[in-house]
């Protein structure tokens, strides 16, 4: 079964922090790419970063020094650490491989996580 769930998200003021999880079946996760993206109001999705399954990560310009993604491939998930936030950061944020799971004739997304950073 094809599952992916985010967590972690909610309100909070620019500076502060939060970490975002997300459970991943195994068989998205064992061998993958796993990333994290986020789309705000009115915005194309973007991924803001990324980890191999050995460990390298990148990251969108945007977010670079303020986030950190991780993976615990033992428990199928994966992290992101936001510090600093800013309200531009508010979005909706999934994570998914990379490039996105492709089911049928579509790319399976799940239900995202929302952050919201007050100024």
């Known amino acids: 079964q094809v599952q992916l769930v985010e967590s972690g998200g909610g309100l909070v003021q620019a500076g502060g922090s939060l970490r975002l999880s997300c459970a991943a079946s195994g068989r998205i996760f064992s061998s993958n790419k796993m990333a994290w993206y986020r789309q705000a109001p009115g915005k194309q999705r973007e991924l803001v970063a990324r980890i191999f399954s050995g460990g390298i990560t990148n990251y969108a310009y945007s977010v670079k020094d303020r986030f950190t993604i991780s993976r615990d491939n033992a428990k199928n998930t994966v992290y992101l650490k936001m510090n600093n936030l800013k309200p531009e950061d508010t979005a909706v944020y999934y994570c998914?491989?990379?490039?996105?799971?492709?089911?049928?004739?579509?790319?399976?997304w799940g239900p995202g996580t929302q952050v919201t950073v007050s100024s």
């Open positions: 998914n491989t990379d490039p996105p799971l492709r089911l049928g004739p579509a790319d399976y």
